[in-house]
């Protein structure tokens, strides 16, 4: 079983575009992230929420709006899709305490290329 | 592969040989510290994590150093297989966080058979 499962696995989309990644855990775990890999490899977090209540909110165009359901599922909405969105998007998931709880688990990314 | 061209830093062994993998981190305050690894079209996977109460831990061939003086942080990994090549991250809990990893840069690790 896919402990954190990110659909769609590729996206190619126009700019311009509206478009959504979500994300599922069966870990158990209270709290999700999305971070963003860009073309060198640079892993940054976009947001973070536990327990369906957003925490962290990194400089992340309004363009990008998180959704969290429940505890278990985090989506991502893009709105107006620009060229510089293209990226590797990684949705993760921990226990409340990182430093307790071996850090994140990881999905295995979304690859968005915007043309 | 999709590696290619990324111009991370790069360490190139011969299977068998130790690697050794260094990393620096800026915020003192941090005190939690974990090695990721990424292999190609993969996600991150754990490694091996490291509290600032310990200078050193040792998992199965890997061992983690740990220097807070100058906030360095090392992964050696033993008799390093060709199932080892990948990229390595370091994060720590930006300054003691209870929810946020910062990660560094990541270095590329190929090794030779």
């Known amino acids: 079983d896919t402990a954190v499962s990110q659909t769609p696995k590729y996206l190619v989309t126009q700019m311009g575009n509206d478009k959504s990644i979500k994300c599922e855990q069966n870990?158990?775990?209270?709290?999700m992230y999305w971070y963003k890999q860009d073309s060198k490899k640079f892993l940054k977090i976009m947001f973070s929420?536990?327990?369906?209540?957003?925490?962290i909110n990194e400089t992340v165009p309004n363009r990008f709006s998180p959704k969290s359901p429940d505890k278990a599922h985090l989506n991502l909405h893009i709105n107006s899709l620009e060229l510089g969105d293209s990226a590797v998007y990684f949705c993760?998931?921990?226990?409340?305490?990182?430093?307790?709880?071996?850090?994140?688990?990881f999905g295995s990314g979304t690859r968005l290329t915007v043309v | 592969g999709e590696n290619v061209g990324l111009h991370l830093p790069t360490l190139s062994v011969q299977e068998g040989d130790n690697s050794i993998i260094n990393c620096a981190y800026s915020n003192s305050a941090s005190d939690y510290f974990i090695w990721y690894k990424q292999e190609s079209g993969k996600g991150p996977q754990f490694i091996i994590d490291?509290?600032?109460?310990?200078d050193k831990r040792q998992g199965q061939r890997v061992t983690v150093l740990l220097n807070k003086t100058v906030k360095h942080l090392s992964l050696q990994i033993a008799a390093t297989q060709p199932g080892d090549s990948a990229v390595y991250f370091c994060a720590d809990n930006s300054g003691g966080s209870n929810y946020k990893l910062t990660f560094g840069k990541g270095t590329l690790l190929t090794v030779n058979p």
């Open positions: 993760a998931s921990s226990h409340r305490t990182v430093a307790t709880n071996y850090g994140y688990t």
């Open positions: 929420y536990n327990n369906k209540e957003l925490i």
């Open positions: 870990l158990g775990h209270d709290t």
């Open positions: 490291i509290r600032s109460n310990m």
